[in-house]
Antibody, heavy 118, light 107 residues
Framework: QVQLQESGPGLVKPSETLSLTCTVS????????WNWIRQPPGKALEWIGF???????NYNPSLKSRVTISVDTSKNQFSLKLSSVTAADTAVYFC????????????WGQGTLVTVSS | DIQMTQSPSSLSASVGDRVTITCRAS??????LNWYQQKPGKAPKLLIY???SSQSGVPSRFSGSGSGTDFTLTISSLQPEDFATYYC?????????FGPGTKVDIK
């Protein structure tokens, strides 16, 4: 059974960079797409972007200038960096596996709350 | 970007009721439509993909239909564990977008 687990600081100061890592277990990171999705408190889901096992990326244009997603296949991990954060970036951040071509996100991490505050 | 809308935004229903949630895309997305169930404090769970295919392990009371711009999720007989928020999501093109959600609570 594939499992995903997010990790990283739960509190980030305004203007700093949010950094999260997702560790994939129960399967290899190859042959799939790896997504970051977030959900502000009480609000709907927002897709941030994905990276393929080969390293190609696709970001939401609304966040593209601030987002970097990378993959470390040797550790079965992928990571998110979001720069210049503000309070509007406070959210639960989920990592999720996406199937090639159809982009169905079938396995999700439990999510981690990141609060942006001084 | 493709915009997704859902109706209703919330509904109250009783155990055993038949529940239908609709999702509309701002342009045709063929059958690239997925449905998720989310309970408080939990990650979304994939229920239906490609408009009408059930994810493994999902009870048969959940079904999906539609194509193009209009889609529906039906729960044939609502069970206590089905009280949750339901989201549709298009996977036709990036940026992948979700609907605003439909909250199903107890009447």
């Amino acid at each position: 059974q594939v499992q995903l687990q997010e990790s990283g600081p739960g509190l980030v100061k305004p203007s700093e960079t949010l950094s999260l890592t997702c560790t994939v277990s129960g399967g290899f990171i190859s042959s799939f797409y790896w997504n970051w999705i977030r959900q502000p408190p009480g609000k709907a889901l927002e897709w941030i972007g994905f990276i393929s096992y080969s390293g190609s990326t696709n970001y939401n244009p609304s966040l593209k200038s601030r987002v970097t997603i990378s993959v470390d296949t040797s550790k079965n991990q992928f990571s998110l960096k979001l720069s210049s954060v503000t309070a509007a970036d406070t959210a639960v951040y989920f990592c999720a596996r996406g199937t090639p071509t159809t982009m169905i996100t079938d396995y999700w991490g439990q999510g981690t709350l990141v609060t942006v505050s001084s | 970007d493709i915009q997704m809308t859902q109706s209703p935004s919330s509904l109250s229903a009783s155990v055993g009721d038949r529940v239908t949630i609709t999702c509309r895309a701002s342009q045709s997305i063929s059958r690239y439509l997925n449905w998720y169930q989310q309970k408080p404090g939990k990650a979304p769970k994939l229920l239906i993909y490609a408009a009408s295919s059930s994810q493994s392990g999902v009870p048969s009371r959940f079904s999906g239909s539609g194509s193009g711009t209009d889609f529906t999720l039906t729960i044939s007989s609502l069970q206590p564990e089905d009280f949750a928020t339901y989201y549709c999501q298009e996977s036709y093109s990036t940026p992948l977008t979700f609907g605003p959600g439909t909250k199903v609570d107890i009447k």
